[in-house]
C-alpha cells in the first residue's frame, strides 16, 4: 500500500519529466520556468533539458543598445532606454564616490552603468562609463521554514549553481557552488546557518585560489591565496577562535 501511495505522490512529477523530456528542443521555455520550482524534482527536470538546449543569447542583440548609451546622459534617461528594451534593475552598488546600477537584459548579458555626481534626493548622476557583460543568470528559489536535505539550485543553463545541506531550514554541512560551464567555484562547511570549518575556492580552470578555515562565521588561522599559475599569491593568518 505504501509503494502505491509513494507513487500518486511522484506521478505528477513524473508526467512532467516525460512530457518534457520528450520534446526537449521544443520546450527551452518551460524547462527555464522549471528552475524556479519549490520542488527539487522538477528543478532537476528543467536542468536536465536546460543542459541539453540552451543557446547563449547572442551578444550583438545589446550592442547597439549600448552603444546608443553616451556619457553625460542622467540617470533616469539610461534607465528609461534599458528598462523599454527589458532590462531589469539589479542590485545597485557605489564605488568611489560612483552609483553603479547594473541591467539584466536575457539571461547571460547585463549592462553595468557609472554614473557620477549623483546627490541622492537632489541631482542625478550622469553616465560616466557602460560596459555589456557577460554574467549568467542565476535561479534563485529559498527553501520551504525547517527544510533537511540537500537544495540544489541551477545556472539559467542548466548548470548546476548551489547545492546545500540544510538542517531544520538552516545551512548545516557542506556548501558547494559551481561556475555556469560546471566546473568547481567553493566548497565550504556550515554549521547552524553559518560558516565553520574547511574552506576551498578554485578558479574556473580548477585550480585552487584559496583555501583556509571559518569559525562561527570568521576567518582564523592560516589562509593561503594562489595566483592562476599556482604559486602562492598572499598569506595571512587571523585570529585562532575556540
Not at 505504501?2 to 518551460?30: N, Q, S
Not at 541539453?52 to 543598445?65: D, H, I, K, Q
Not at 546557518?193 to 578558479?203: E, I, K, R
Request: net charge negative; charged share 25%.
Amino acid at each position: 500500500m505504501e509503494g502505491v501511495l509513494d507513487m500518486r505522490r511522484r506521478l505528477p512529477t513524473l508526467v512532467i519529466a516525460v512530457g518534457l523530456l520528450a520534446g526537449a528542443k521544443g520546450f527551452a521555455a518551460t524547462a527555464r520556468d522549471l528552475l524556479a520550482s519549490p520542488a527539487q524534482s522538477i528543478r532537476d527536470v528543467g536542468a536536465q533539458i536546460l543542459r541539453g538546449s540552451f543557446v547563449p543569447p547572442p551578444r550583438t542583440n545589446w550592442e547597439a543598445l549600448v552603444a546608443s548609451l553616451k556619457p553625460g546622459m542622467k540617470e533616469s534617461t539610461v534607465a528609461g532606454l534599458l528598462s523599454s528594451a527589458g532590462g531589469t534593475n539589479e542590485p545597485d552598488g557605489t564605488a568611489a564616490g560612483e552609483l553603479i546600477k547594473t541591467y539584466r537584459m536575457d539571461d547571460l548579458w547585463v549592462v553595468r552603468c557609472w554614473f557620477t555626481n549623483s546627490v541622492p534626493g537632489k541631482s542625478e548622476g550622469a553616465l560616466s562609463e557602460t560596459r555589456l557583460i557577460e554574467d549568467m543568470n542565476r535561479i534563485l528559489v529559498e527553501p520551504p521554514a525547517g527544510f533537511t536535505g540537500d537544495w540544489v539550485l541551477y545556472w539559467a543553463n542548466g548548470a548546476t549553481n548551489l547545492d546545500i545541506q540544510y538542517l531544520n531550514g538552516r545551512p548545516d554541512g557542506l556548501n558547494t557552488s559551481y561556475y555556469p560551464s560546471g566546473s568547481l567555484s567553493d566548497v565550504a562547511t556550515c554549521r547552524d546557518g553559518v560558516l565553520d570549518g574547511d574552506a576551498t575556492s578554485y578558479y574556473s580552470s580548477g585550480k585552487v585560489q584559496s583555501k583556509g578555515q571559518y569559525r562561527d562565521g570568521k576567518q582564523v588561522g592560516h589562509w593561503i591565496w594562489y595566483k592562476l599559475d599556482g604559486t602562492v599569491d598572499s598569506e595571512k593568518d587571523f585570529e585562532k577562535r575556540e
